[in-house]
DNA sequence: ACAAATTTTGCGACGGTGTGCAAAAGGTGA
DNA sequence: TCACCTTTTGCACACCGTCGCAAAATTTGT
């Protein structure tokens, strides 16, 4: 069991919800766009989650809910959540964008197996204090980074093994 | 000019084309692939070049030395140049994939300019001390990590402010 | 409550990555 | 050199992410 994940936000109660909703209200109000049903469902489905969600995940779950919504409003809304910073994309290096909760949530990075997916967050203050010094050198504005490690989980180096033996 | 790329890697030797060769060609024989014209003049073009390049951009280029070689060619032998250690694939999180010489090199990571896409490499020890010390922690055997920086580099935010201007 | 103005939505299309498959080419042994 | 076996090649196609556009929905002002 040494998979487990480490996560700081252990579940998603009704205050959240509404904190979140406030959140984004203000800040389709501050620069000027319109409040949906759309994305109201789409924000309540996606704070009932707590893995990496990838976009495609994440439509199948909002159209149990409306199936009328496409893809290309969930793909739009995940990118507007990120903006007001209640979600981050996340990407491991597969191909697949993917989007986790944000808000209230410390600066974590993640390592992930390369043979089942899974992923474990850690954190690294000295990577935050990385991008300042590194920006600061070379006169760059910094905004972001990603800092992702790869590798194979115990499980899976055991499993190997005893599929060779 | 605070643009200039910080690289170690001067300029192309006819020795050093020879020694890729040979890491290509041991490379072959020890995993019992074969040797054909196609990888060669990808390689050769490859080493002719010193920028980040997408498989498209080295595509072009190996057209122009034999307009037989198709996309999924290049694509393919980038992968394998990536395998024995002649190339790295470098994700600048603009969903194009691009590589970059790898052989000889320092590791190094990147920091890279939203605005009009260039790069500047540094060098990062603590990064690579910290892939180990949080793949021990978590008993991952790691293989590689990615650390990018994103900003606005220094002339894109002058053109910016002389836009609003 | 209504109409005008603006934004959103979702379809369709496109570029880039990734893979199955049949034809072509390389390697091997005689 | 030739025939056999294996790998490679490049086309075709699927998938994901991204964007333009016309129709639908929301907001605002009256």
Redesign the interface.
Known sequence: M?QKRIDDQPSISPEMVREAQQILHQHLKRVGLKHTAQRDTILRTFLETREHLSINELHRLVQKKDARIGFTTVYRTLKLFAECGLASEV?F?DGIARYEHQYNRRSHHH?V??GCGSS?E?F?P??DG??QA??K??????????????????DC?KKESARLA
């Open positions: 040494l990407a290096h390592m197996c390369t474990v850690f690294s000295e990577v990385l991008e590194i920006g050198k070379y006169r760059y504005a910094t905004t972001r980074h990603t800092f992702q490690i790869y590798g194979v989980c115990e180096r």
